[in-house]
Antibody, heavy 122, light 107 residues
Framework: QVQLQESGPGLVKPSQTLSLTCTVS??????????WNWIRQPAGKGLEWIGR???????KYNPSLQSRVTIGMDTAKNQFALRLSSVTAADTAVYYC??????????????WGQGSLVTVSS | DIQMTQSPSSLSASVGDRVTITCRAS??????LNWYQQKPGKAPKLLIY???RLQSGIPSRFSGSGSGTDFTLTINNLQPEDFATYHC?????????FGQGTRLEIK
């Protein structure tokens, strides 16, 4: 059973780059069983999809964040990573990594990591 | 981008009740609609995908319906563990988007 775990700094200064890593266990990140997503949730608010990376390396991003986001994979470490540049207080949120599944007809997010709170503050 | 709007934003109900949560898409999304349950401090959990398909391990008191732009999540015979926030999410466009969430509270 695939499990995900986020890691990274909990505090980032304004204008700097937020970096998080998601470690995948119970399966290979390059197997093709999942594609890999980042999703965030500001306190008390709804969920916002940030972007995804397919096992072959192709990426797709939320247009509202595209200019600041990069998602990459490290197959040797079975990890994928998020980089969000030029952060502001508005980027303070719990960041989740999630596996995307595709039945051929429909797709959804499952499983999810436990979430990592990132606060942007000086 | 496709906007997802849930209603109500919150509701109160009692154990044993039946509740319905609505999700509306800003354009047609066929049946590309998923529902998640989220408890405080926890990650969302998939309940339903493809508008009406129950994820493995989810109790049958949860059901989903709808197509096009209007969808519903129904919970029959509410149990104490069902009090949580529910999110809808469209997967019609690969620029995925979520509703703002519906908080289900104990009356």
């Amino acid at each position: 059973q695939v499990q995900l775990q986020e890691s990274g700094p909990g505090l980032v200064k304004p204008s700097q780059t937020l970096s998080l890593t998601c470690t995948v266990s119970g399966g290979s990140i390059s197997s093709g069983s999942h594609y890999w997503n980042w999703i965030r949730q500001p306190a008390g608010k709804g969920l916002e999809w940030i972007g995804r990376i397919h096992p072959i390396g192709t990426t797709k991003y939320n247009p509202s964040l595209q200019s600041r986001v990069t998602i990459g994979m490290d197959t040797a470490k079975n990890q994928f990573a998020l980089r969000l540049s030029s952060v502001t207080a508005a980027d303070t949120a719990v960041y989740y990594c999630a596996g995307g599944r595709d039945s051929g007809d429909y797709d959804w997010f499952d499983p999810w990591g436990q979430g990592s709170l990132v606060t942007v503050s000086s | 981008d496709i906007q997802m709007t849930q209603s109500p934003s919150s509701l109160s109900a009692s154990v044993g009740d039946r509740v319905t949560i609505t999700c509306r898409a800003s354009q047609t999304i066929s049946k590309y609609l998923n529902w998640y349950q989220q408890k405080p401090g926890k990650a969302p959990k998939l309940l339903i995908y493809g508008a009406s398909r129950l994820q493995s391990g989810i109790p049958s008191r949860f059901s989903g319906s709808g197509s096009g732009t209007d969808f519903t999540l129904t919970i029959n015979n509410l149990q104490p563990e069902d009090f949580a926030t529910y999110h809808c999410q469209q997967s019609y466009s690969s620029r995925y988007s979520f509703g703002q969430g519906t908080r289900l509270e104990i009356k």
